[in-house]
């Protein structure tokens, strides 16, 4: 049977998946991702996990139609149990919010352990996220700009083992990796409608970010 081709969504989160690693695919759904990459060999070992029955089944069906069960199972769970830290090195959360993904990590904290990979892929609030990690012991390695079916989304590269760190509005809207104009420009778009009511401090603070990402604006790189 043909395997089916990864959406550009899921298609770069599988490019930055290191050759033979052991992934946890957190809410997994039909578990796509898993099963492209180990029918084209490109890993050890995943788990599909979901919260929901349907799902798995759905998922269940793949991985039996393309013959990958030696290499991928499934896991009804919600988020990442305490078994995942010894089963994977990777871990996907993408297809949610970012404050559902900042949730689901801060009920796994031993995801800040030194060792332990993240691709984290908000499809909202991904200043969210940011904050989490930053604010965590993350760190964050990268973030990539994704346009898919006429949407711009984020994909984000962490690591555990970091320390809190430093930030303003301007990481938060933009991240400090992407340099796409139309990125920044959105960002900027955004820190002044917070504006409107803003008291004086946060005044301060946003006009201050604001300045910064036009100042990314200004250079030629961007």
Known sequence: MRLFTLDRRLGAIAERIPLGARLWDVGSDHARLPVWLAANDRIAHAVASDIGEMPLRSATRNIERFGVGDIVETELCD????????????????????GTIADILAR???T????????????????????FLLESRYTITNETLLHA???????????????????????????????????????????????????????????????KLEGILDDKSC
């Open 112 to 131: 800040q352990e030194e060792g332990t990979s993240l691709l984290l892929q908000p499809m909202s609030s991904p200043e969210d996220l940011r904050a």
């Open 79 to 98: 988020g990442l149990p305490p078994s995942a830290r010894d089963r994977a090195d990777v871990f996907v959360i993408a297809g949610m919010g970012g």
């Open 149 to 211: 079916d006429g949407r711009r989304y984020v994909l984000i590269e962490a690591v555990g083992g970091g320390a809190p760190q430093a930030f303003d509005r301007a990481d938060l809207a933009a991240g400090t990796f992407i340099r796409d104009r139309e990125h920044i420009e959105s960002a900027i778009k955004r820190l002044r409608n917070e504006l409107c009511g803003a008291d004086e401090r946060a005044t301060v603070e946003l006009n201050d970010s604001i300045g």
């Open 108 to 110: 796994a904290p031993w």
